[in-house]
């Protein structure tokens, strides 16, 4: 805001612009990192405390290993394991996870069933977290080594294990089983411990050649991990994303920004102590932790063309009815480093809930024996010093609505409560500001006055220091400080943080989503009829037709304030276009409490006498 904008009529442009401020931010607080471009290549040499592309600690490079001329005789085997929470299908070739089916989610509030998106009440689609088309076999707890004809032995022939067909486990039971492979020096052991009342899995790898324990060995968790029911991914329903706890703060990147412009693959890595490692979307996502900190991160990416079904890209082409038929798909995998051997490495498979990592972040810490912070697996902002600012309040808005939910038993309730109780705070506040307006509304005739004195002044030459035009200039200035105070806008700047906190706490509790109010069947999703965006939009027009504004003195000052009055509406519909209901529930009701609070003070304003004008 330039300083020189000393008018009344800028006043008002200000809690106009602070509207905008609010979406704006959040597009560029919360919105995936763009592709950096080939100026900045992650594969470069451009510095960069976490993601610095320099060379990983130069380690013993392995002898390489002739790829096997002997026939593949081991019979290949699929096992099953079912338990309450999750359902895996685990694949004797390699021995990798071929499926992982989401069944349940559990924490300290209680049970969720869970299911993909896209599900209905009639329709329940399991929630599959591993893509299934996976021609190239990029399943989890795949082996790197550095040394390409290992690693084909590792994950293309059939490990021998005992356990057979579908095992299912209840309670508290849990299962090992153990894939072994032998290929002339080199012996591997891949071995798994499933519990029936936990989502977390051990997996201890042994892995030698000439009963040495095989150096640089990385475990793969990717591609893509979440929910496979999305469709179409936004900033809601985002790709998933490769994310760390590396060097004792958190480390993400959206594979768009692994991969320049003109290429369809790319590689970054993540030097330093490394904690865990995993990639998820919005809700859910896979990681593993290491039993010790190691070091020699990698995220690799791919881009890829998909055919999806037609769908309406923004509120354009939904008015010209123009649908987009394919989106370019990124997929993520972290080459996540571990010891082979023998030593276990945690996997982490379920839901990316706040309450649900608050717990297992403390189980973790006792059966790791360090701190291991799962809980930052959850994209709270990509700035860490607005992170800082935004996770409090999210966090403590997520407590209200919950402890409301438990009364109301209806999340769509709850944000509409809790909106009337944020509102009803600051009523007092809006009042006093309304009033300042109406003394400002009272001064506009002296305001014109001063003005017109002055203009007149100006053309008779007299200089902007005299000391009768310095008299008006200061008159003018306390008019305008008086009559709008910084406690004018105060309402507004609060609801800007807390607006942006709406968001995340709808994306780090599971349980707004698939959360249905009225005619809306996901609090977490967007309007599938786009109803709740026109009643935003025209809700917010009426309460800026009745809200009372600085005095416009000249016509084009009330031609800029028409302008905004009918405007901003349309713009804030264009830019709200397809977020969440619940972030739009929170901000229709918002309007409809202000505009019945405005009538209110409307009311009481006209009792309040005016100040007699001064003559000057």
């Known amino acids: 805001m330039n300083d020189n904008k000393q008018s009344t009529q800028s006043r008002f442009l200000i809690a106009a612009v602070l509207s905008m401020v609010v979406l704006l931010t959040w597009s560029y607080f919360f919105a995936p990192k763009p592709n950096p471009g080939a100026n900045a290549n992650v594969n470069s040499n451009a510095a960069n405390t976490q993601t610095a592309q320099a060379t990983p600690p130069v380690q013993a490079t392995p002898t390489p290993t002739p790829v096997a001329t002997t026939p593949d005789n081991t019979p290949n085997k699929v096992l099953s394991i079912k338990t309450p929470l999750y359902e895996v299908k685990l694949d004797s070739k390699g021995a990798l996870a071929t499926s992982w089916v989401l069944v349940k989610n559990v924490n300290g509030y209680g049970d969720k069933p869970l299911f993909a ?7 329940k689609i399991p929630l599959e977290l591993i893509p299934q088309d996976n021609p190239k076999r990029e399943y989890p707890f795949r082996l790197t080594t550095g040394d390409e004809n290992l690693d084909g032995l590792l994950n293309e022939r ?3 294990v005992a356990a057979e067909g579908e095992i299912t486990l209840t309670g508290t039971e849990s299962k090992q089983i153990d894939f072994t492979f032998k290929e002339g020096d080199v012996e591997v052991t891949k071995t798994f411990i499933f519990r029936a009342d936990s989502s977390l899995t051990d997996l201890q790898i042994k892995a030698t050649r000439g009963g040495q324990t095989i150096p640089n060995t990385k475990l793969l968790i990717g591609m893509a991990i979440g929910d496979q029911g999305i469709k179409v991914h936004n900033y809601y329903l985002v790709e998933p994303e490769a994310v760390a706890f590396a060097n004792n703060t958190v480390d993400r990147h959206v594979a768009a920004s692994i991969i320049t412009s003109e290429k369809t693959v790319g590689k970054i890595s993540v030097n330093g102590d490394i904690d865990w490692a995993g990639v998820g979307d919005t809700y859910f ?18 881009k890829i063309k998909k055919t999806v079904e037609p769908f309406f890209n923004g509120i354009f082409a939904w008015i010209s009815r123009s649908k987009t038929t394919e989106v370019d798909l990124h997929l993520v995998t972290a080459h996540v480093p571990i010891n082979a051997d023998g030593s276990t490495t945690k996997i982490y498979s379920g839901s990316k809930d706040y309450f649900t990592l608050k717990d297992y972040d403390v189980k973790l810490e006792s059966e790791v024996g360090r701190p291991v912070y799962l809980g930052e ?5 990509w700035y860490a010093w607005f992170r800082a600012i935004i996770k409090p309040i999210a966090i403590g808005l997520l407590y209200c609505l919950t402890a409301i939910y438990g009364l109301v038993g209806n999340y769509g309730i709850a944000i509409i409560i809790f909106t009337l109780i944020f509102y009803s705070v600051f009523f007092p506040l809006r009042w006093y500001s309304s009033k300042s307006f109406k ?4 001064n506009a005739p002296k305001m014109k006055e001063l003005q017109d004195k002055m203009k007149a002044m100006q053309a008779k030459g007299i200089a902007s220091d005299d000391p009768k035009m310095r008299e008006l200039q200061m008159e003018q200035l306390k008019m305008t400080k008086d009559a709008i105070p910084i406690g004018g806008c105060l309402p507004l700047l609060l609801q800007m943080p807390l607006f942006l906190a709406f968001f995340v706490a709808i994306t780090i509790a599971l349980d707004f989503r698939q959360a249905s109010f009225l005619w809306l069947p996901d609090l977490a999703a967007a309007d599938p009829y786009h109803i709740l965006e026109f009643l935003f939009a025209g ?3 009426g309460t800026m037709i009745f809200t009372p504004a600085t005095p416009a003195i000249t016509d084009e000052q009330k031609m800029q304030q028409k302008m905004m009055t009918y405007l901003m509406p349309g713009m804030m519909l264009w830019v709200m276009w397809g977020y969440p209901a619940g972030m739009l529930l929170y901000w229709f009701f918002g309007n409809i409490v202000s505009f019945g609070q405005q009538f209110i003070i409307n ?11 001064k003559k000057i």
């Open 117 to 123: 998106e896209g599900s209905t009440k009639e329709t």
């Open 439 to 442: 003394k400002a509304q009272a």
């Open 377 to 381: 697996f959850i994209n709270y902002s």
């Open 285 to 302: 996502g896979m990681a593993a932790i290491p039993a010790q900190k190691t070091n020699g991160l990698e995220f690799t990416a791919t």
């Open 158 to 160: 059939n490990y021998n």
């Open 539 to 541: 809700s917010m027009a």
């Open 603 to 613: 009311r009481l304003n006209n009792t309040v006498p005016e100040e007699p004008m």
